[in-house]
């Protein structure tokens, strides 16, 4: 038998974005490690690669899979067992001492066994013991909580001593609402412990064809999705999107005190298990909208109407909790409008109860907790997306509005959103049109918008209110005839209303 070996002799030369990837992967304070973005990136080959390094030098049983069999067969299999095009093979054959196709199975020389094992049988990962774990094309897995649940399985087997106990993935870029871009991509809001490297084509050009590269460079102008995606690595941007018009660069703007003079209304969508999305939205004089605010999630009735009250007595103590007031002031000394909240209609759907006459609905729920300002909203999709559609295209003849950093310049559209809304945002990314069905090409996908669009929802809901233009106050006039005068009608005004004078008997001068 030949000596094991002691150094693998390199099947690539790693580019730099490889290397980060081998830093971040050997870093202790890293569980998880993602590669993602652009393809034919080189993700694939140093994830196969660490994995291998790491069996050989820390002998223990690892997991290489990915979400069905015969994807995993034709591309991460060959890539780690035979090489992929002009690539040897990522598991050097003198290293092996048997491959055991009925299994799945290979054994190294030094006693560690790597398993191939697709994810479409959840059932089967239950009984194994692992030190390291690669999952190729890690977005394929469910976008929602069953896919969510897998990947927390897979973390729950890597109690193997012998092996650093870590997980590698790789993936393609997706939606921004899934739970992969949330938990390993976003800086904000991904788990304690993981790593993310992102890659581009051009981070692995020299060992392209110049040609291919041209190619895909070139889908810039052809494919701008496919560009976005695919050659730039960009979570987000992907062919199907409802919105394509909507750029963050555009429509997204940084919070700003919204003058008292604009008019305000709201638009709720309700979950209990699911989140519910409730947002302010003000209009200015020329009748964009601006979406400044945002409540987003999941709980009971009392717990969402608690926070909303929250919001809404802040503007009655001058300030809400986030700095910017859901309602109106009327008047140094007038007080706060009141206005609508436009909501989801089945909230009105009875429960089969009966309280005080009135069926038991969500609707009653938060009225019982003081919520008493909702209005059902139109609840038809296509109209609620061909609106949507129309407030987000950006119009050549249109200004932008003086309080957008772009203002001077034409090309405005009307929906605004504030940089704090980020749900708002990721799902105005993400959102894809419906496909089939008698919504296809019409309306967002009802599927998805049930599993994760509720603030899209609830926009929707909002914009077919189809507010009117805020109405610009009058320049104060210094002129003291024009005062006078409007100090009589005013006090005339009261008089009437109070019903100590009758109509007509205005004083003039």
């Known amino acids: 038998m030949p000596p094991e070996p002691t150094q693998l002799a390199p099947p690539f030369a790693a580019t730099p974005k490889q290397l980060e990837l081998a830093h971040a992967w050997h870093d202790p304070a890293n569980h998880v490690v993602l590669i993602g973005g652009a ?75 790597i398993l191939f094992r697709s994810l479409d049988e959840p059932g089967k990962l239950l009984n194994l013991t692992l030190g390291g774990i690669l999952i190729d094309q890690i977005e394929e897995l469910d976008e929602g909580a069953d896919g969510e649940r897998l990947f927390d399985t897979l973390l729950g087997r890597l109690s193997d001593p012998r092996g650093p106990r870590k997980l590698i993935a790789v993936a393609n870029p997706g939606s ?25 084509l051009s981070d ?22 496919w560009f976005k995606s695919f050659v730039k690595g960009l979570w987000g941007s992907f062919e199907g999107a409802a919105y394509e018009e909507f750029d963050p ?14 008019e305000r209304f709201e638009c709720m969508d309700h979950g209990a298990a699911n989140p519910t999305s409730w947002a302010p939205i003000a209009v200015d004089y020329d009748g964009n909208l601006i979406v400044f605010d945002l409540y987003y999630s999941p709980g009971l009735v009392s717990a ?8 809404l007595e802040g503007s009655f103590a001058g300030a809400a909790p986030t700095g910017l007031n859901w309602w109106r002031r009327r008047g140094q000394q007038d007080g706060w409008e009141r206005h609508l909240c436009w909501a989801d209609p089945s909230i009105r759907a009875g429960h089969g109860l009966s309280r005080m006459g009135v069926p038991a609905s969500v609707w009653t729920e938060y009225l019982e907790h003081g919520i008493d300002h909702l209005a059902m909203a139109n609840n038809d999709r296509a109209a609620g997306y061909a609106r949507l559609l129309e407030l987000i295209h950006p119009d050549p003849k249109r200004p932008f509005p003086g309080w ?31 496909k089939d069905g008698s919504d296809a090409g019409e309306a967002v996908d009802s599927k998805w918008e049930g599993a994760h669009g509720h603030a899209h929802a609830m926009l929707r809901y909002g914009v077919l209110s189809r507010p009117a233009p805020s109405t610009m106050p009058e320049p104060e006039s210094t002129d003291w005839r024009t005062l006078e005068m409007r100090r009589l009608i005013k006090e005339g005004d009261e008089r009437l209303a109070s019903g100590r004078s009758r109509p007509g008997r205005y004083i003039y001068v």
Not at 204 to 212: M, Q, R, T, V
């Open 39 to 113: 393809i034919r990136s080189g993700k694939t080959q140093a994830a196969g690669r660490l994995l291998v390094e790491t069996a050989i030098a820390q002998p223990a049983t690892y997991l290489v899979s990915r979400m069905t069999y015969r994807e995993l067969r034709d591309s991460t299999q060959k890539a780690l067992l035979h090489g992929d095009g002009a690539l040897p093979a990522l598991i050097p054959p003198e290293a092996i001492e048997f491959y055991r196709a009925s299994d799945e199975l290979v054994r190294l020389r030094n006693g560690s066994e």
């Open 176 to 200: 921004l609402t899934h739970w992969v871009y949330r938990r390993l991509v976003n800086e904000k809001t991904r788990d304690a412990g993981t790593a993310y490297v992102h890659v581009e």
């Open 204 to 225: 692995n050009a020299a060992n392209l064809p110049p040609d291919y590269v041209a190619r895909m460079e070139a889908s810039e102008k052809t494919r701008p999705h």
């Open 249 to 262: 660069g555009l429509h997204v703007v940084e919070s700003f005190v919204i003058p008292d003079e604009f």
């Open 304 to 311: 969402h109407a608690a926070a909303v009250k929250a919001r």
């Open 404 to 434: 957008h950093p772009r203002s001077g310049e034409y090309g405005s559209p009307r929906l605004f959103v504030s940089k704090s809304c980020e749900q708002v945002i990721a799902q105005l990314q993400s959102a894809p049109i419906a």
